[in-house]
T-cell receptor, first 111, second 115 residues
Framework: DAKTTQPNSMESNEEEPVHLPCNHSTISGTDYIHWYRQLPSQGPEYVIHGLTSNVNNRMASLAIAEDRKSSTLILHRATLRDAAVYYC????????????FGDGTTLTVKP | DVKVTQSSRYLVKRTGEKVFLECVQDMDHENMFWYRQDPGLGLRLIYFSYDVKMKEKGDIPEGYSVSREKKERFSLILESASTNQTSMYLCASNSGAGVSYNEQFFGPGTRLTVL
């Protein structure tokens, strides 16, 4: 299975943009890139996903490198409520939709 | 509001007990999943089910079994609980078996302690 690599932790100031990187050098052509986040004492929640093109939604933007070996989750204006663990995962048609979550990146937002 | 609910937020059991963790989703999803989450190990998939009465092993199925008798309910069973099964257990569901881009919806988790 293709793996992802993320930094263990990152810090941001409130109301500033945050760029969370993810490396997935062994990604296959059918793998979708998904991002989830987990707030304290809660289950993970979906943030965004993409295949090849950059994606935007109300929560964040996803920038995917042209060779798809890396991606970046962008929070345009971090708030204190964005403090969470962010997971970058790959999902493929060949494994019935199951996902493997790594350790993720713990984002701290400072007021 | 879509929901995945788990029967307990906190559970304390003794070694050797049989433990049932229940998960219910109200979204008519085909797929349901059980994960455990441990510090430094991320979320690891235990079992998943893509249809009623169907089950597939995940990455760490040893010591666990599952049951899916109804589409909305997926149960995780610890036949004889051991201390190394102390963990946070998370249930999730999504639609469309094999469709890779569908988001998963997670429950709030059950923190199980085995003494």
């Amino acid at each position: 299975d293709a793996k992802t690599t993320q930094p263990n932790s990152m810090e941001s100031n409130e109301e500033e943009p945050v760029h969370l990187p993810c490396n997935h050098s062994t990604i296959s052509g059918t793998d979708y890139i998904h991002w989830y986040r987990q707030l304290p004492s809660q289950g993970p929640e979906y943030v965004i996903h993409g295949l090849t093109s950059n994606v935007n939604n109300r929560m964040a933007s996803l920038a995917i490198a042209e060779d798809r070996k890396s991606s970046t989750l962008i929070l345009h204006r971090a708030t204190l409520r964005d403090a969470a663990v962010y997971y970058c995962i790959l999902r493929s048609n060949t494994n019935a939709g199951k996902s493997t979550f790594g350790d993720g990146t713990t984002l701290t937002v400072k007021p | 509001d879509v929901k995945v609910t788990q029967s307990s937020r906190y559970l304390v059991k003794r070694t050797g007990e049989k433990v049932f963790l229940e998960c219910v989703q109200d979204m008519d999803h085909e797929n349901m999943f059980w994960y455990r989450q441990d510090p430094g190990l991320g979320l690891r998939l235990i079992y998943f089910s893509y249809d009623v009465k169907m089950k597939e092993k995940g990455d760490i199925p040893e010591g666990y079994s599952v049951s899916r008798e109804k589409k909305e309910r997926f149960s995780l069973i610890l036949e004889s609980a051991s201390t190394n099964q102390t963990s946070m257990y998370l249930c999730a569901s999504n639609s469309g078996a094999g469709v890779s881009y569908n988001e998963q919806f997670f429950g709030p988790g059950t923190r199980l302690t085995v003494l």
